[in-house]
């Protein structure tokens, strides 16, 4: 039975000395750049070519190398012209120049793991595999047949080349649908197609192979496939919406820091899968065609952290201290949260643990701020970013009519929707109400609003939530509306 893996997950395995059961693959991140075990860096080599959009590539590379704390060098093969639109221009690097850049990173530097990218030529792929020869470093191949937007990064005649002599000096090859079935020989068209791409490419020599399944047409989800000693394991992950730039070099990258930690190959393939997920999660719409994935995202997430707590906690004293919101409290609670730039899911939204309700004295605060702690108002978040990633804070008051005119006349843009229209299959199932209404709203007015709006329903409070770009200034449109009545 094949091994069948559910991303996201947090990550797990970078180090054995860590319960990283509880904690967040950001923070894990963060924790296994500062625990040198032996005061020892890894270092890794990127082989690959220069793309002058810093998107894929030997740049893709290097970010990817220093998120996971790996110092990172690079050879390179190829001098690109190219933005997110496609590569213009090549300038092949002259063979002699990329073995002497090998030669000199390392007769100084201690590299573990090289990883490959675009080799372009016969001529380059002969003197990598010279100095794998020589050195006996474990490599990833990414072999890298033509750009995103379809213009060929390798001469044609040369793709057996690669398969002949680089492929059988791989760690694990990390072909896509496209280069999987060009080196396999066969066309495929699912899983099982997979399976059999990977048999034979790894029957050309390769150790192991993980074919990406983000090319193959299919539902939601991605299947990535790995073939290791003679098992197939299944990385399942939610298919998103993007035309990405570097995915595959960011992943064979990510291999290859994991590679150079001291993970087996099993885990760092994991680790690497998580990895990936969250930095097309990360990915930013620069320039006007495909968009870059962010192998920063998690360090980003990470460092966030801190002051988005600070700035919950800075908003409910806010709400606690003031009376004004006291009449305006939800009979079930405020709920106010906010999220993580790049949120996978209600784990990277902060919120109040238990709300705050309403008590003799006035509100208080039933709990701390802490991630994961709100289900509704993450969800609204969580909705309103897919669409406008800039709203990453909501909080939530008791419906009444007239603070959502006092918002209207402060200036702030105020969408409704009706409870009773619920289709039955959202009703059904438990935690998508929010949800639907949030994107029933969206879709109608063509934006994200400062306020949405019920009226309620059969066991269900009408409330409003506020929406904005930070829970400070969530808190004040909701402080200016009540001050206006």
């Known amino acids: 039975m094949d091994t069948i893996i559910k991303i996201p997950l947090i990550f797990k395995n ?33 082989i690959a070519g220069s793309d002058s ?19 990172g060098t690079c050879v390179i093969t190829a001098i690109t012209a190219q933005n997110t639109k496609g590569v213009k221009e090549i300038f092949p690097v002259p063979p002699r120049i990329v073995r002497a850049q090998i030669q000199a990173v390392l007769e100084d530097i201690p590299v573990k793991t090289v990883k490959t990218g675009m080799l372009y030529s016969r001529e380059i792929m002969s003197i990598i595999a010279e100095c ?21 990064l390798i001469i044609k005649k040369d793709i057996n080349f690669l398969i002949d002599v680089i492929l059988p000096r791989s760690e694990i090859v990390t072909p896509n649908i496209f280069e999987a079935e060009v080196i396999s020989g066969i066309e495929i068209g699912d899983l099982d197609d997979m399976k059999e791409a990977a048999r034979r490419i790894a029957d050309l020599g390769a150790k192991s192979v993980i074919i990406k399944g983000g090319h193959l047409r299919g539902d939601e989800k991605v299947c990535d496939l790995l073939y290791h000693e003679g098992a197939f394991r299944i990385f399942e992950k939610p298919r998103l919406k993007i035309k990405p730039h570097g995915g595959g070099c960011v992943f ?5 820091s994991f590679l150079a930690r001291g993970d087996d190959l099993e885990n760092a393939v994991e680790n690497a899968e998580r990895f990936i997920e969250m930095s097309f999660i990360g990915a930013s719409k620069i320039g006007s065609g495909n968009m870059p994935v962010n192998p920063m995202a998690c360090i980003y997430n990470e460092a966030e952290k801190i002051r988005i707590m600070e700035e919950v906690e800075a908003a409910a004293a806010t709400i606690v201290g003031d009376q004004r919101f ?20 209600r784990e990277d939204v902060a919120a109040i643990d238990g709300r705050i309700v309403k008590v003799k004295s006035g509100l208080k605060a039933a709990g701390p701020v802490r991630f994961g702690a709100s289900r509704h108002i993450a969800d609204i978040i969580l909705t309103a970013m897919r669409h406008n990633p800039k709203i990453r804070a909501a909080m939530n008051l008791h419906y009444d009519q007239r603070i959502i005119e006092a918002f209207r006349r402060i200036g702030c843009k105020v969408a409704y929707f009706d409870r009773r229209l ?30 949405i709006y019920d009226e309620g329903d059969v066991g269900k409070e009408p409330m409003i939530r506020i929406l904005g770009r930070s829970i400070l200034e969530v808190t004040e449109k909701a402080l200016k509306a009540i001050e206006s009545l």
Do not use: H
Not at 19 to 42: L, Y
Not at 326 to 345: D, H, K, N, T
């Open 14 to 46: 970078l180090d054995s000395s860590m319960n990283v059961e509880a904690d967040s693959s950001e923070r894990i991140i963060v924790k296994m750049m500062f625990s040198r075990q032996d005061g020892e860096v890894p270092c890794a080599m990127t």
């Open 53 to 71: 959009s810093g998107g894929a590539g030997v740049e893709a590379d290097l970010k990817t190398f220093s998120a996971l704390g790996v110092f």
């Open 132 to 152: 794998i020869d020589e050195y006996g470093i474990r490599m990833v191949t990414d072999p890298i047949f033509r750009a995103g937007t379809g213009r060929s």
């Open 252 to 256: 064979s990258a990510a291999i290859a």
């Open 326 to 345: 006291l009449p305006f409290a939800a009979e079930v609670g405020i709920q106010l949260a906010m999220a993580s730039p790049y949120p996978r899911g």
């Open 422 to 451: 619920e289709p039955d299959e959202v009703r059904r199932m438990e935690g998508r109400s929010l949800r639907w209404g949030v994107e029933d709203v969206i879709k109608r007015i063509g934006y994200v609003p400062d306020v």
